[in-house]
């Protein structure tokens, strides 16, 4: 079972069997393929990056897929939902949106009906220890930067609870679950470097930022799985007055 396997069977313990209208509000196969699967009455996907939209279409056919920025104040305009889900989307906004993080948390809120529920996946700051996977995070993003792009930025579980109870959110639990990270990790975020070196002005760097890449893969790949940071969950509601309700339920919420 991977760990994201693990993180969405998390909520569906907590939620149950009825899932009613759902919106995956930064959509990715891994999650569009998830909450397809649990059957929900209608499914609603919105995703910033065109060049997903046909892989999406294929793995929830019946699915509405947007292709949107939640910057956009039209975008989903008086639509509601019983579920929200933002899969990794809290780290993913200031590639997309610079400093637009607790104002998505703002921007979800109107589509959550009195009832619903939002949850959150996200990812703890990648620990400094000197590791491989500590290199691969610090070579992937200077790769990104680069390219000219801008790089996810990771924030503390204690900081996103904190947000959604200014936002209007009542927290309903959370968990922080550590990370067994091995080959298909290694692979994906040095492959995203890799994307980014056609795009660097200095072709002598970028192929000795390649070859550095693959190096870093052989060694990382032969460190084999290990432990590395925590990923947490997070289950929220909308108050009922939109404002922060700290001290009430969330007091009683388990801290993982």
């Keep these: 079972m991977s760990s994201g396997d693990a993180l969405f069977q998390w909520f569906e313990r907590f939620h149950g069997p009825i899932w009613g209208d759902v919106l995956d509000a930064g959509t990715g196969d891994h999650s569009l393929g998830w909450l397809q699967s649990l059957s929900p009455r209608a499914l609603t996907a919105v995703t910033v990056e065109a060049w997903r939209m046909a892989g999406l279409q294929h793995i929830a056919p019946k699915a509405e897929l947007l292709l949107g920025q939640w910057t956009d104040p039209s975008l989903l305009?008086?639509?509601?939902?019983?579920?929200?889900?933002?899969?990794?989307?809290?780290?993913?906004?200031?590639?997309?949106?610079?400093?637009?993080?607790?104002?998505?948390?703002?921007?979800?809120?109107?589509?959550?009906?009195?009832?619903?529920?939002?949850?959150?996946?996200?990812?703890?700051?990648?620990?400094?220890?000197?590791?491989?996977?500590?290199?691969?995070?610090?070579?992937?993003?200077?790769?990104?930067?680069?390219?000219?792009?801008?790089?996810?930025?990771?924030?503390?579980?204690?900081?996103?609870?904190?947000?959604?109870?200014?936002?209007?959110?009542?927290?309903l639990d959370c968990q922080s679950l550590p990370n067994r990270l091995g080959a298909r990790y290694i692979h994906g975020q040095l492959d995203v470097a890799k994307r980014k070196l056609p795009l660097l002005r200095d072709k002598a760097l970028a192929e000795q930022l390649g070859r550095v890449i693959e190096d870093l893969r052989g060694r990382a790949l032969a460190r084999g799985e290990r432990s590395f940071g925590a990923d947490w969950v997070i289950a929220a509601a909308p108050n009922a007055k939109g404002s922060s309700t700290a001290g009430s339920r969330a007091g009683s919420a388990s801290i993982g």
Aim: with cysteine; glycine share 8%; proline share 7%.
């Design 77 to 171: 305009h008086d639509r509601s939902f019983d579920v929200v889900l933002l899969d990794y989307v809290i780290g993913a906004v200031d590639g997309h949106a610079p400093y637009f993080q607790y104002g998505l948390l703002e921007r979800i809120r109107p589509h959550l009906r009195p009832d619903g529920r939002l949850y959150l996946v996200g990812m703890e700051p990648p620990p400094s220890d000197g590791s491989e996977l500590d290199e691969i995070h610090r070579l992937r993003d200077a790769c990104i930067l680069l390219a000219g792009h801008r790089c996810y930025r990771e924030y503390p579980r204690e900081i996103v609870v904190k947000w959604l109870e200014l936002a209007g959110y009542t927290l």
